[in-house]
Nanobody, 116 residues
Framework: QVHLGESGGGLVQPGGSLRLSCAAS????????MRWFRQAPGNEREFVAS????????NYADSMKGRFTISRDNAKNTVYLQMNSLKPEDTALYYC?????????WGRGTQVIVSS
């Protein structure tokens, strides 16, 4: 059974940093690209970043470029999102995501609150 479990969220002051983790199980992690999305209250879910199965290729939403870094450890079946220079508008529920064939899978999310 596919499982994606996010962790690492919390309350941080503007300008601070957080590192999110997503532990995956139930599929061959190293064969699949992984993505992070986020959803703020009242907003649609939006793409944050993606990483290829090998980790050689990454993509970011424009507003995250230069502040966020996605990475993965295939030996640990885990994908990470390092978030620096956080802003109040980064407050959201952050989700891990992958596609397996025609099906997509989501974790339950981890809450990030950026506030002074």
């Amino acid at each position: 059974q596919v499982h994606l479990g996010e962790s690492g969220g919390g309350l941080v002051q503007p300008g601070g940093s957080l590192r999110l983790s997503c532990a995956a199980s139930g599929f061959v992690f190293s064969n699949h690209a992984m993505r992070w999305f986020r959803q703020a209250p009242g907003n649609e879910r939006e793409f944050v970043a993606s990483i290829s199965n090998s980790g050689d290729s990454t993509n970011y939403a424009d507003s995250m470029k230069g502040r966020f870094t996605i990475s993965r450890d295939n030996a640990k079946n885990t994908v990470y999102l390092q978030m620096n220079s956080l802003k109040p508008e980064d407050t959201a529920l952050y989700y891990c995501h992958t596609f397996l064939g025609r099906d997509d899978f989501w974790g339950r999310g981890t809450q990030v609150i950026v506030s002074s």
